[in-house]
């Protein structure tokens, strides 16, 4: 079963940007779906940004124009731009493998947005 380390996150100033990296262990390009997702405490984990294994992007509308889902099926990593940042999107970023019989995520990385 594929594993997913995310790298990246960090403590950033609003406005500034991040760039977040998941590794996944094996193969990705017959991986249906690769995906971020993000928590806060008390909340539930939500979609943030998923790209089909044909490149295809979906975003929520909350990021849009903001973020930038990107998948490397040569490196077997999917990468997240994230620009013009707010503290509103402080919290844990997941990613995340799904097909018709997967459904594996990594263990999270902290983005906090703080002045």
């Known amino acids: 079963q594929v594993q997913l380390v995310e790298s990246g996150g960090g403590l950033v100033q609003p406005g500034g940007r991040l760039r977040l990296s998941c590794a996944a262990s094996?193969?990705?390009?017959?991986?249906?779906?690769m995906a971020w997702y993000r928590q806060d405490p008390g909340n539930q984990r939500d979609l943030v940004a998923s790209?089909?294994?044909?490149?295809?992007?979906n975003y929520a509308d909350s990021i849009k124009g903001r973020f930038t889902i990107s998948r490397d099926n040569a490196r077997n990593t999917v990468d997240l731009e994230m620009n013009s940042l707010q503290v509103e999107d402080t919290a844990i970023y997941f990613c995340?493998?799904?097909?018709?019989?997967?459904?594996?995520w990594g263990q999270g990385t902290q983005v906090t947005v703080s002045s």
């Open positions: 790209v089909t294994n044909l490149g295809i992007p």
């Open positions: 995340n493998a799904r097909g018709a019989e997967m459904n594996v």
């Open positions: 094996t193969n990705i390009d017959s991986i249906l779906y």
